[in-house]
């Protein structure tokens, strides 16, 4: 027997990410989250080009479909590859039929080709983050649908902060930003706080030690992999929505286990919590009312059904109406030319990060 439902939204992805499977491990092993994403994450997104970013958002975006989702909210890095990067991302994810919602990472921790891990309030905006920050104007400006997008304060001046803040309500969107994801993000709430709207999204919320103004994006899945901690976004009064942080964007799992994460937690909750959580990027994407999924299963309106059945397969897939995936397989595209060159791309990136 099978149920349908609206559609899902992943509310923050990396699509840049999904090459990194099989990636070679890093000759340090990362001891610390702020070692991760100095050894891991840093040196992958400087390794980043237009075809290989194609390639990679191509294949995130075919494997949310597959699950299920159909729009994604994406935050995107290529330091030494920004200039019309966003619309590699557009153009990659029209073709495979998934809504997106985008944005350009500023940071000023690239100063040309010099890292820097931890940024001085204090500093001048770096030509890195004025670059980021043109990919994020001009983007909108062309009637891309996307928001201003911030690494996190830590590697951002005030300056930065404030020249993102100001370019979002110019153009009338919000920033879309990671916030006290790891604790050397500590001072997020502090910087933020007269600087963060309502429209914001303010992703992981970890080590946040505020209210802010916004929207708190959880992902249970990539914090428990960092080892960062439990973000326990039910102690601010915001809005909670669900995102993956890079890996995959199959939301029906990461809801099963932002439920179990949320229960060890507190054992008083329920999975409706999660439920909630999982419908509330629907309020970026209004028009995901017109989306179905066909489920394997038919109870998945229930809340505690899905929490507890393993093994719950996204069957057939609706867009605006069209039958876009039919018995698990796309109807658009060829998964296996996806898949094959997104192998050639990764084959290419896993080699350039050999030599880093």
């Given at each position: 027997?099978?149920?349908?439902?609206?559609?899902?939204?992943?509310?923050?992805?990396?699509?840049?990410?999904?090459?990194?499977?099989?990636?070679?491990?890093?000759?340090?092993?990362?001891?610390?989250?702020?070692s991760?994403?100095?050894?891991?994450?840093?040196?992958?997104?400087?390794?980043?080009?237009?075809?290989?970013?194609?390639?990679?958002?191509?294949?995130?975006?075919?494997?949310?479909?597959?699950?299920?989702?159909?729009?994604?909210?994406?935050?995107?890095?290529?330091?030494?590859?920004?200039?019309?990067?966003?619309?590699?991302?557009?153009?990659?994810?029209?073709m495979i039929?998934?809504?997106t919602?985008?944005?350009?990472?500023?940071?000023?921790?690239?100063?040309?080709t010099?890292?820097?891990?931890?940024?001085?309030?204090?500093?001048?905006?770096?030509?890195?983050?004025?670059?980021?920050?043109?990919?994020?104007?001009?983007?909108?400006?062309?009637?891309?649908?996307?928001?201003?997008?911030?690494?996190?304060?830590?590697?951002?001046?005030?300056?930065?902060?404030?020249?993102?803040?100001?370019?979002?309500?110019?153009?009338?969107?919000?920033?879309?930003?990671?916030?006290?994801?790891?604790?050397?993000?500590?001072?997020?709430?502090?910087r933020?706080?007269?600087?963060?709207?309502?429209?914001?999204?303010?992703?992981?919320?970890?080590?946040?030690?505020?209210?802010?103004?916004?929207?708190?994006?959880?992902?249970?899945?990539?914090?428990?992999?960092?080892?960062?901690?439990?973000?326990?976004?039910?102690?601010?009064?915001?809005?909670?929505?669900?995102?993956?942080?890079?890996?995959?964007?199959?939301?029906?799992?990461?809801?099963?286990?932002?439920?179990?994460?949320?229960?060890?937690?507190?054992?008083?909750?329920?999975?409706?919590?999660?439920?909630?959580?999982?419908?509330?990027?629907?309020?970026?994407?209004?028009?995901?009312?017109n989306d179905?999924?066909?489920?394997?299963?038919?109870?998945?309106?229930?809340?505690?059904?899905?929490?507890?059945?393993?093994?719950?397969?996204?069957?057939?897939?609706?867009?605006?109406?069209?039958?876009?995936?039919?018995?698990?397989?796309?109807?658009?595209?060829?998964?296996?030319?996806?898949?094959?060159?997104?192998?050639?791309?990764?084959?290419?990136?896993?080699?350039?990060?050999?030599?880093?």
């Amino acid at each position: 027997m099978s149920f349908e439902t609206r559609a899902m939204v992943c509310a923050h992805h990396h699509l840049y990410s999904s090459l990194a499977r099989g990636m070679q491990a890093p000759a340090v092993t990362p001891h610390s989250f702020l070692s991760i994403l100095e050894n891991v994450w840093w040196k992958l997104d400087v390794a980043l080009d237009l075809d290989t970013l194609y390639w990679s958002a191509a294949l995130g975006a075919a494997e949310a479909l597959c699950n299920g989702t159909t729009a994604i909210i994406d935050h995107h890095e290529s330091p030494l590859a920004i200039d019309g990067s966003l619309d590699v991302i557009a153009d990659a994810c029209s073709m495979i039929g998934v809504k997106t919602n985008l944005s350009y990472g500023i940071t000023d921790r690239w100063d040309g080709t010099t890292l820097h891990s931890k940024v001085s309030p204090l500093s001048p905006m770096t030509d890195g983050a004025a670059r980021g920050l043109r990919e994020n104007e001009r983007f909108l400006q062309s009637g891309g649908r996307g928001m201003v997008g911030v690494h996190a304060s830590f590697t951002c001046s005030d300056e930065t902060l404030d020249r993102a803040s100001s370019l979002a309500e110019s153009m009338n969107t919000g920033v879309h930003i990671h916030v006290a994801e790891g604790i050397d993000d500590k001072e997020a709430g502090a910087r933020l706080q007269s600087r963060a709207k309502d429209n914001w999204l303010l992703v992981h919320a970890v080590h946040l030690d505020r209210q802010l103004a916004g929207t708190i994006v959880h992902n249970p899945r990539s914090n428990m992999n960092n080892a960062v901690g439990y973000a326990n976004p039910l102690r601010f009064s915001n809005d909670v929505a669900l995102g993956t942080d890079g890996i995959g964007a199959d939301m029906l799992e990461e809801a099963r286990l932002a439920y179990v994460r949320l229960r060890e937690f507190d054992v008083m909750q329920s999975p409706d919590t999660v439920w909630e959580w999982l419908q509330t990027g629907e309020k970026f994407f209004p028009e995901i009312v017109n989306d179905t999924v066909t489920w394997s299963y038919d109870k998945v309106d229930s809340p505690w059904h899905v929490a507890f059945t393993p093994g719950i397969r996204c069957v057939d897939v609706h867009v605006d109406g069209q039958l876009v995936v039919k018995n698990g397989s796309p109807t658009q595209f060829d998964m296996t030319e996806i898949r094959t060159k997104a192998s050639e791309a990764a084959a290419k990136l896993h080699k350039k990060l050999a030599l880093t």
